[in-house]
């Protein structure tokens, strides 16, 4: 099943139809397609029906070369004024591309001479002229990410020609995602999720994305011979979910920032800016905590009462112990959120720069910009964590005090249940930390002691409540929490 459109290069009035009857999984008439050409196209209901196809239907427009752009606004419109049956407003962006993708070839040095990876072209820049709605082929069941003992590599092969390369930068890391060239919706994903930028003199990862193989593979493995982490994602479609992909690229780099004796954590950073000082809140909490909920209410708040706040990073960010302080820094320039769990209005608000992904007929999860690279590559420093329990009745504010209760309340047996062994979490499952457990415990003790020696405190906000609505209950314990923090 065809899930986009990609054409490549000078693009004809002509050569368009074309393309689109090529991928048309239905008999149609060649000549009824190209009276679109026309002034005053045939509005048989064939024709009806394959403009509807291809109406709401992801489309790139691929530059790979110099070229110069032709003018398809004539076809646009007489596609819509030919499908369009009532007295509704006209929409020609229906049939436009979605997006015009760069292309260009770097010359990179790669370890592994028997795959073509110097050959493939990389995504240079992208552009969205609509707002896309992306299909994924599987819906999202998270997955056990295993890490291999053995060269994931060995005795590969793929044709050069079927892929392109997307170099994204996390920090100080850089890593180079290679996806084949009918998933090009992945691409876009990615970057609206990740900084893109020309790959480095030094790669930090390479994931190999959507290899067709018989055998579904979803590892990674430390390569100690060149110190970089590969990570393999092959099968047929089972794993063609862009959150599968994401996944794989925070476990990447949280076992990155674990070799250096940083600690991922699973959670959002927000600075609130008053009295002439900075406030770093951590918010951590399992998924339905209400995190993103809780947020959201708080900024609002913060921006009626004048308080002025800054965006740190959100779902994925890693702790640092610089100068006897507990610094974080975030991983992604944008968020990813399911439909469910964000309030419409804030979709509303930035739809002109949302990325939709959708299952089937159902829009599952929206790609949201959330801030700069600059900004959240920074170190931030951290005042305040607060764990967001949404499970017991209590209410309100409680600072932790001593080790043994933070330990309890942060290293707590919550992992997602395909992954319950009897070992213990740590902020919620941060992706990589599993699979490193014995390396990384140590220093979660560590961290936690330093917070409670240095004055960084701890807390449990309880967010629960029978008695309020959803609306109601996000505004009242943003109120709680902002009046707790300006007293501090």
Partial sequence: MVYEVAMYNDISAKNYLLHLLHVYPYDIEQELVLSLLCESSDSRIALLHFLEYFAHFPKFHIITKTYKPTKLSPLYTNMSLTLQTNKSNLHTHLFQFDATIFMKHYKIQTPYAHLPLDQIPFLEKLYLHTIPILPMETSYQPLFIHKSNSFLYHNLSIDAKQFFAVSIHIGDKNGIVYIPKNQFRIGVALASLYE??????????????????????????????????????????????????????????????????????????????????????????????????????????????????????????????????????????????????????????????????????????VLLPYTTFDQTCKFHKVDCIIYLNHDNKQQGLQYIHDLIKAKSLFKADNQPSYQKKGQLSFFDYPFGYMLQQELVDPFIDEFLNLMLIHNIKLAVFYTKSRSTSQNTLYIKLANTLLKEILEW
């Fill in 196 to 365: 893109i930028a020309p790959p480095s003199s030094h790669i930090d990862f390479y994931i190999l994305y959507g290899l067709s193989h018989q055998e579904t593979t979803y590892s990674y493995y430390y390569d100690q011979t060149n110190d970089l982490y590969i990570g393999l994602m092959s099968g047929f479609s089972t794993l063609h979910n862009f959150a599968y992909l994401k996944d794989m690229v925070t476990t990447l780099y949280n076992s990155l920032s674990i070799a250096k004796k940083d600690l991922p954590v699973h959670g959002s950073m927000l600075q609130l800016h008053f009295y002439e000082k900075t406030v770093g809140l951590l918010f951590i909490g399992k998924n339905e905590t209400l995190k993103t909920e809780m947020i959201d209410a708080l900024t609002n708040l913060c921006a009626q009462k004048q308080i002025a706040y800054t965006k740190v990073f959100d779902d994925n960010g890693t702790l640092h112990y610089l100068d006897n302080d507990i610094y974080a820094t975030g991983t992604q320039i944008g968020t990813y959120v399911s439909t469910p769990e964000l309030p419409p209005q804030h979709v509303y608000e930035n739809l002109a720069s949302s990325v939709f992904l959708k299952v089937k007929n159902q829009i599952t999860h």
